[in-house]
């Protein structure tokens, strides 16, 4: 079984579910601004989402001064989380705790 870890400033938890490792994310590491909006998002997934839907790839490489390894890094993380992640069962734990 695929073991999923933080990674967030070093953190090294890890989760047998995805969902409780976004869950993690979302709720236990501060929320971080958009570099290229301004946006407050969470940080891990959400912020990875957001940079990529929200963004073009050029407006994040030139706020984040990421270079094309880092971009395609962080777009395989979004597509391997969507592929296994039960976003709205994510989401609606995110907003249990509120």
């Given at each position: 079984?695929?073991?999923w870890?933080c990674g967030?400033?070093?953190?090294?938890?890890?989760f047998?579910?995805?969902?409780?490792?976004?869950?993690?994310q979302?709720?236990?590491?501060?929320?971080?601004?958009?570099?290229?909006?301004?946006t407050?998002?969470?940080?891990?997934y959400?912020?990875?989402?957001?940079?990529?839907?929200?963004?073009?790839?050029a407006?994040?490489?030139r706020?984040?001064e990421?270079?094309?390894?880092?971009?395609r890094?962080?777009?395989?993380?979004?597509?391997e989380?969507?592929?296994?992640?039960?976003?709205r069962?994510?989401?609606?734990?995110?907003?249990?705790?509120?």
């Amino acid at each position: 079984m695929t073991r999923w870890m933080c990674g967030i400033d070093g953190d090294t938890a890890t989760f047998d579910r995805v969902e409780d490792l976004m869950t993690h994310q979302a709720a236990e590491h501060d929320r971080i601004e958009c570099k290229v909006c301004g946006t407050v998002v969470p940080d891990g997934y959400f912020a990875i989402k957001h940079a990529f839907e929200e963004h073009s790839r050029a407006e994040y490489v030139r706020a984040y001064e990421a270079s094309a390894a880092e971009v395609r890094r962080r777009e395989e993380i979004k597509e391997e989380i969507e592929e296994a992640a039960d976003i709205r069962e994510v989401v609606n734990r995110l907003d249990e705790s509120r």
